[in-house]
């Protein structure tokens, strides 16, 4: 099942993340289209994510006849304050400039003349949203204008900080990409507040974050219930709840598995028993 962005472009319902694969991205991002995934995560930043090689992996697929507009492709924008030596823009140029520079240099490495969607990696404001993080916002809103990139989005992003964006931006986000706490009702705030304005909330680190749900036992129950693992009892929970999920796995089988998350039954009660099963 797809879901549509508030400007009406369609987004698959699972997303294949490519953080930390480092000189297995190439084969990792291969198998994962292969295995059925059909929208990538990326960022244009070295120190966690090689974008290069998912290009590398894009062209491979081209080969076999994955067309590329059979796949929505996303990156990001990450500040000079989250690159090392290897930041892929003019860091003393301005902000525009280098969101500018960053999308290019993006494209070049995904082979390709546009994004599905691009994403702000952060804020540069811890509270609130400065003078900076409105001129990358409005340096993003410009490449959307201009038709190369489909949507635009930010990440790591406070509750207060999104209804501002919402509030002010010029274009509002299509897109928010967070990590995603039970023990803060999985960002539920976030979620609200993405709800009301029609935003895609993309959940990650499902998984990483939560290991105590997983280990829970009514967890475990409906998981063997639906003779499933409890990894797909949190993806479909999170696909209930009106997310879109991440996955970073690096296990074959598993990407099989987490596809098959969308076949797993929750009944209402149990979706708002996981909601709240940490608070
Ligand atoms: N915007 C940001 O700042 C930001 C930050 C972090 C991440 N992200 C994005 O989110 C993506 C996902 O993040 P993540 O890696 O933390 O996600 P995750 O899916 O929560 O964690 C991946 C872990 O879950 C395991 N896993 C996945 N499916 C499984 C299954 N069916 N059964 C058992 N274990 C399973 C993986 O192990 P195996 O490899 O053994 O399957 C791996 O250890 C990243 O790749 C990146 O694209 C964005």
New binding site residues.
């Given amino acids: 099942m797809a879901l549509t962005t508030y400007n009406q472009v369609t987004v698959p319902s699972f997303?294949?993340?490519?953080?930390?694969?480092k000189d297995a991205t190439a084969r990792l991002v291969q198998l994962a289209v292969e295995s059925g995934f059909t929208a990538i995560?990326?960022?244009n930043q070295l120190i966690?994510?090689q974008e290069a090689l998912v290009g590398e992996a894009l062209q491979s697929l081209a080969l076999k006849g994955v067309r590329r507009d059979a796949l929505f492709l996303q990156s990001?924008f990450t500040s000079a304050d989250g690159q090392d030596h290897r930041t892929p823009y003019d860091r003393d140029a301005d902000l525009t400039i280098q969101v500018n520079q960053s999308f290019a240099s993006s494209l070049q490495h995904l082979h390709t003349d546009y994004l599905d969607s691009y994403?702000l990696?952060?804020p540069f404001s811890r509270r609130g949203l400065g003078a900076a993080d409105w001129e990358v916002w409005a340096a993003m809103e410009a490449l959307y204008e201009a038709g190369k990139t489909r949507t635009i989005g930010v990440?790591?992003i406070t509750a207060v900080q999104l209804t501002v964006l919402c509030q002010q931006a010029h274009v509002k986000p299509m897109m928010v990409?967070?990590?995603c706490f039970a023990v803060m009702a999985w960002d539920r705030q976030v979620r609200e507040i993405c709800r009301d304005h029609g935003i895609i909330y993309?959940g990650?680190?499902?998984?990483?974050?939560?290991p105590d749900v997983l280990a829970e036992p009514e967890v475990r129950a409906i998981a063997q219930r639906e003779g499933v693992?409890?990894?797909?009892v949190i993806?479909r929970f999170a696909m209930r709840v009106g997310m879109l999920?991440?996955?970073?796995?690096?296990?074959p089988?598993?990407?099989l598995?987490?596809l098959a998350?969308e076949r797993v039954t929750l009944s209402s009660d149990e979706i708002q028993r996981i909601e709240t099963m940490a608070l």
Avoid: C, I
Wanted: glycine share 6%.
């Fill in positions: 997303m294949y993340g490519t953080a930390w694969k995560d990326t960022a966690h994510y990001k994403v990696h952060a990440s790591n990409q967070n990590r993309q990650f680190s499902l998984l990483t974050a939560n693992g409890p990894a797909q993806f999920p991440l996955t970073g796995t690096t296990n089988q598993h990407m598995e987490d998350a």
